[in-house]
């Protein structure tokens, strides 16, 4: 059966969750803060999506479309998909769910670009992501890895 993504909402719940990932920062802080200003429940849009393991949230990334014209890293430049924080929780690493996340990612059939966290670029590889190679990496402090749907051109010399 094939692992179902849900797109998280942004309430109290879905924070406290967010607390068990190692990577909890300050795009997770920031929606506390607008939560807590508006004390709003489920009607904020959220870039988050989740893979649920009974009620326990188990895997978790932050997936936007990022306009063309904000495009710094495919030539000539193109609407993408940028996904951030992709993260499992440790007991559930090696069940499939942050490759069910990046293929729901991909099923949007646009160019995808990441960031991969230390000792993750093994699983992008074999996920078909490759380098950026070029300047501006080293300018942004970035190591910026990405993905070409089919028939789209592999960008950047």
Not at 40 to 60: C, H, M, T
Not at 132 to 154: A, C, H, I, Q, T
């Amino acid at each position: 059966m094939p692992l179902e993504i849900v797109k998280l909402k942004v309430n109290y719940k879905t924070l406290e969750e967010f607390k068990k990932f190692k990577e909890y920062g300050i795009q997770e802080l920031s929606m506390s803060e607008d939560l807590e200003a508006n004390i709003i429940e489920n009607d904020s849009e959220s870039p988050f999506y989740g893979i649920y393991f009974g009620d326990k949230l188990v895997a978790r990334m932050s997936m936007y479309q990022v306009n063309a014209k904000y495009n710094r890293y495919f030539e000539p430049p193109l609407d993408y998909i940028e996904i951030w924080k992709l993260e499992v929780l440790t007991e559930y690493q090696g069940k499939g769910y942050g490759t069910a996340l990046v293929e729901y990612a991909k099923g949007f059939n646009m160019p995808i670009k990441t960031n991969p966290r230390v000792k993750s670029r093994e699983f992008w590889g074999k996920m078909g992501f490759q380098s950026v190679n070029y300047e501006m990496e080293r300018d942004l402090g970035e190591n910026p890895l990405v993905w070409f749907p089919d028939g789209v051109k592999e960008a950047h010399s």
